[in-house]
């Protein structure tokens, strides 16, 4: 990922070679340089002209203190802007309430939302000690089902069985109350994906997220899809009270333009991201570490 934003950001270093300090005139250069590079990696476009107008702002007449190259100085302004773009901070789970904590999956089909229920519940019961209940709302494809019974079997978390003709907010509420009983710390709920944004398929979720009261409502958006992703976390994100994303397949986009745009368009932080098939590709998003891996 950041294949090409991570090589182009050097070469605009390399031009600022020289420069007692950055000015109007070369910064000009440069961030047109920037500009570029985060279009090529499918930054969505309102997000580039907010971050090279804030990287102006802060760069412009910018005393570049003598430890420091101009280039190495725009740097500084350009991670700055990178770690703020993406929500500053990182973004914690919340499961601060009254056990069970609730984690409604919503997405698209395709998008890894099974798959992230499944790295979910390991990285939770590993990393926090949790006792996790995974719960599949998705009736219309069995498979979906079964897959994610198959995963909560590779985790060793619980999955909660689903009576044949019952409806999602009959799932969600029968899984609440088993999950009550049996004490369950978190409680993570797959729902359908279509493959596009369908009415039926928001007013299902509202009503699963109504009746459930989630703690955590985590979008999963795929990487691959670019300025796609960014468009569906919009419609998603007016839709749904969302309270985070979940990046996936970032292993496979080789550009990673949605790490950047999807805070500032949804408004609401990346808290983990996926970087591999397997149970243990999941890692939580850290802005910082993203930024620097983003400058090389
Ligand atoms: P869902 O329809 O949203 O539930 O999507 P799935 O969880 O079934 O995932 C769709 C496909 O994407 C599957 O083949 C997953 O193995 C794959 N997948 C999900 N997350 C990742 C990821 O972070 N990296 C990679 N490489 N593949 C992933």
Redesign the pocket.
């Known amino acids: 990922m950041f294949e090409n934003l991570t090589g182009r950001l050097s070469d605009v270093i390399k031009t600022l070679k020289g420069e007692a300090r950055l000015t109007e005139n070369n910064i000009q250069k440069a961030l047109r340089e920037v500009r570029l590079a985060l279009l090529e990696a499918d930054v969505a476009l309102p997000v580039v002209k907010e971050f090279i107008a804030r990287v102006k702002e802060k760069a412009v007449g910018h005393e570049v203190m003598s430890s420091l190259t101009p280039g190495q100085a725009l740097v500084g302004v350009v991670q700055q802007e990178l770690i703020a773009i993406m929500g500053g901070d990182k973004a914690d789970l919340n499961l601060s309430t009254t056990p069970p904590a609730v984690i409604l999956m919503a ?13 979910l519940a390991k990285w939770l019961m590993e990393h926090k000690k949790k006792k996790v209940l995974l719960v599949s709302c ?1 009736i219309y494809r069995p498979a ?1 089902i079964h ?1 994610l019974e198959l995963l909560a079997n590779q985790t060793g978390a619980d999955f909660f069985p689903v009576q044949s003709n019952q409806k999602p907010g009959e799932i969600g509420t029968a899984a609440l109350d088993y999950a009550r009983k049996h004490h369950h710390d978190v409680m993570i709920v ?1 729902t359908a ?1 279509r493959l596009g944004i369908d009415e039926a398929m928001m007013q299902e979720i509202s009503e699963l997220e109504r009746l459930l009261n989630p703690i955590e409502t985590l979008f ?1 958006v ?1 990487a691959m899809q670019g300025q796609d992703a960014v468009n569906t976390a919009k419609a998603f994100s007016e839709a749904l009270p969302l309270t985070g994303v979940v990046l ?5 986009d080789a550009r990673g333009g949605a790490a950047l745009s999807v805070k500032h368009i949804t408004g609401k932080p990346i808290k983990f ?5 397997k149970l243990t ?2 890692e939580a998003f850290y802005p910082d570490r993203m930024a620097s891996r983003i400058l090389g």
Not at 111 to 119: L, N, P, V
Not at 273 to 277: F, L, R
């Open positions: 997405g698209l089909q395709g998008a890894g939302k099974t798959t992230s229920s499944g790295k998705d979906a897959q797959d994906g999963v795929d996936t397949k970032l292993d496979g991201t996926g970087i591999a098939e590709g999941i």
